[in-house]
């Protein structure tokens, strides 16, 4: 308690919200204190559960003035605790979930407006019950929030034909440090008019201001669809065969997901019911899918034929198509559930990294080569986005070694790994961000002017670095 009468932080939030907007319960705090990894383990003051766009203004505004930390959070499934408040007891765990309206749906303009709080899967129906397609996909997708796929520019399974989030926005409505409302929920897709603001605050991980609803892009709904399941021999065939099916289809290639064998034999060893869809063995093996907004479109007789011809020139070794929505989902079963499996069988380490397309096989050798003389304790498990360019290249402790042995040399690993990724032009961060788990690497990597730049506009836009400090950027 202050002396003097003066009141706590904890009570000046509650005078400002009303005590049912503020939680200190214990078991609340527990589950927000921890992100979603169990990499990180803080300890906040308390939630702050505004029910409006004007009570995240009036609570920034205090914060801003009483210099109280705040720490925005949505679904907490990102990778990089990035949504983890630190240990010192002063930081507000901002939740977004009240506001989880949907505003608006315009299917003529295709496009809507939501607030950040909304389940990103609660999304993706209001624009399927209006007939109209949001192509954010991902494994968490019944519980991440748009402010959180937004606030980390969240990539996932459509970025090939969809984009990532960042083209995926139209406007954005962001309550800044000190209390202002940046409303922009515009519907236009041409709008020239100075700075395109809205892309500052996209990626920024709540470093600069909280995004309480968002303007987004819209879609044809899907009608017909194929997918399969293919075999190959190794990465190099995987961006061949990419490039081979998006001319064969008329680059109707929506999706194009890489899994190794090691991955296919997690995932059904660990998850009941996972089954092999194909009976040989082979190394690699990717599931791609064609889509289209035409009713009809014999989209599995173009693939069917892509396939065959693949496979004569030595892209595929073998591949079955889903013959029913039952078997699509069970293929995708098998690939949503790698990073479950990936926990259920111990300790990984994980490297979201991105490379150019056309040197991603090479990488993928070279760092392979690297692990296997080098780090015994570890197996890898390299799976994801090939058609993004974005790999997972992530390692599993070895079972029998003494638990710790592989994250013990978490940061000497990264460090070689990342190395090699710069060396071929890609990114150590592709779709995950940088929250506190990357902060280093980005010090390290960035371009001075870059990073530079980044610090200025956190200071103008955060002058008392009340938002989300320690994350991205160490701001003296
Ligand atoms: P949180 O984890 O709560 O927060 C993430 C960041 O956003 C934090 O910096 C937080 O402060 C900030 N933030 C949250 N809401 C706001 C807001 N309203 N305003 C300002 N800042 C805010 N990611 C991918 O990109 N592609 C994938 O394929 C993918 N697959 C995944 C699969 C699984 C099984 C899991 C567990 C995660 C996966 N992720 C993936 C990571 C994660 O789901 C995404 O990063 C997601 O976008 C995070 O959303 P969230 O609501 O959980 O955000
Ligand atoms: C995915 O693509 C996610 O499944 C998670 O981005 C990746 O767990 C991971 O490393
Ligand atoms: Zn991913």
Redesign the pocket.
């Known amino acids: 308690m202050m002396q003097g009468g003066a009141q706590t932080p904890l009570q000046h939030l509650t005078t400002l919200l009303g005590a049912d907007c503020i939680v200190t319960e214990p078991t609340a705090l527990e589950a927000v204190n921890i992100?979603?990894l169990r990499t990180y383990r803080g300890r906040a003051l308390c939630i702050a559960l505004p029910r409006s766009t004007a009570d995240v203004s009036r609570l920034l505004k205090l914060c801003n003035a009483l210099r109280i930390p705040v720490?925005?959070?949505?679904?907490?499934?990102?990778?990089?605790g990035?949504?983890t408040p630190d240990a010192s007891g002063t930081q507000v765990v901002?939740s977004?979930r009240r506001l989880n309206a949907i505003r608006s749906v315009d299917p003529a303009n295709y496009s809507m407006v939501v607030e950040?709080?909304c389940i990103?899967a609660d999304v993706q129906r209001a624009a399927a019950t209006a007939e109209r397609f949001f192509p954010l996909s991902?494994?968490?997708?019944g519980?991440?929030?748009?402010?959180?796929?937004?606030?980390?520019?969240?990539?996932?399974?459509n970025v090939l034909r969809y984009g990532?989030?960042r083209e995926l926005t139209l406007g954005l409505e962001?309550v800044l440090a000190d209390g202002r409302v940046l409303s922009s929920l515009t519907a236009l897709r041409k709008d020239n008019t100075g700075y395109d603001l809205r892309q500052l605050?996209i990626g920024?991980?709540?470093?600069l201001?909280?995004?309480?609803a968002a303007s987004l892009k819209l879609f044809p709904a899907p009608r017909a669809s194929a997918t399969a399941f293919v075999a190959i021999p190794d990465p190099e065939r995987a961006v061949q065969l990419l490039s081979h099916l998006r001319e064969a289809s008329g680059d109707q290639v929506s999706s194009f997901e890489l899994i190794p064998a090691v991955a296919l034999e997690l995932v059904t060893r660990h998850i009941p019911g996972a089954r092999r869809p194909l009976d040989a063995d082979s190394p690699w093996y990717v599931l791609c899918e064609l889509t289209s907004p035409r009713v009809g479109e014999p989209l599995e007789h173009r693939l069917e034929d892509a396939l065959a011809e693949a496979m004569e020139r030595g892209l595929a070794t073998d591949a079955v198509l889903a013959q029913s929505e039952r078997d699509r989902r069970e293929f995708w079963q098998l690939r949503?559930n790698i990073?479950?499996s990936q926990r259920l069988e111990g300790m990984s380490l994980k490297h979201d990294v991105s490379i150019p397309i056309d040197r991603l096989p090479r990488f993928v050798a070279r760092a392979s080569a690297w692990l296997e003389t080098h780090v015994a304790e570890g197996f890898l498990v390299c799976y994801g986005?090939v058609g993004d360019g974005n790999l997972h290249f992530n390692l599993n402790e070895r079972r029998g070694v003494p638990p710790g042995t592989l994250a013990a040399r978490r940061e000497e690993i990264r460090r070689i790994i990342h190395n090699l990724v710069q060396d071929e032009g890609g990114s150590f961060s592709a779709?995950?961000?940088i929250?506190q788990s990357k902060l280093a690497e980005l010090q390290h990597y960035a371009d001075p002017v870059e990073l530079n730049l980044m610090r200025t506009l956190k200071r103008t836009l955060d002058p008392n670095g009340i938002l989300?400090p320690g994350?991205v950027l160490n701001v003296a």
């Not at 720490?71 to 990089?80: K, R």
């Not at 991902?138 to 997708?141: F, H, M, P, S, V």
């Not at 991440?144 to 520019?153: A, K, W």
């Not at 920024?204 to 470093?207: D, F, L, N, R």
Request: aromatic share 4%; glycine share 22%; proline share 3%.
């Open positions: 992100d979603q720490v925005p959070q949505g679904g907490n499934t990102g990778y990089c990035a949504a901002l977004l950040a709080g990103l991902l494994g968490a997708e519980s991440c929030q748009i402010g959180g796929n937004l606030s980390t520019n969240a990539g996932g399974v990532m989030m962001v605050f920024a991980e709540g470093t201001g909280v995004i309480t949503e990073p479950h986005h779709e995950h961000g929250g989300n994350k």
